[in-house]
């Protein structure tokens, strides 16, 4: 799958993407409690996306132009964009370079 197919309030299988940014930890006040969140710019060969990351060192692990892929992840729209997650049964893991995934954000 690739990020253009991607539907909003549905999960995906597999994500194979680049990592070209990332933001976090930013806190963010719940109802009883302080969460830390990552957002993460990740693009594959046919756009960019969020990938939203929730704890306080949930992101460090990864690393700008690192390629990773995302199983059982899950989209949805947020401020009229779409975003990706893990959910709760979603796993990320690092990936073998591919030369096709860009290494800058697209102009």
Not at 37 to 59: N, Q, R, S
Not at 74 to 97: T, V
Request: proline share 6%; charged share 30%.
């Amino acid at each position: 799958m690739n990020i253009e197919e991607l539907k909003p309030d549905a999960k995906f299988d597999e994500l194979k993407v680049r990592v070209l940014s990332k933001e976090g930890p930013r806190q963010v006040q719940s109802r009883d409690r302080v969460l830390h969140v990552w957002d993460i710019l990740v693009a594959d060969e046919t756009g960019t996306t969020t990938l939203t990351l929730w704890g306080a060192t949930a992101g460090d692990e990864y690393k700008v132009q690192q390629v990773i892929t995302i199983s059982n992840g899950w989209c949805k729209m947020f401020r009229d964009k779409k975003q990706i997650s893990l959910g709760r049964e979603g796993k990320m893991f690092p990936a073998e370079d591919d030369p096709n995934l860009p290494t800058k954000i697209p102009e």
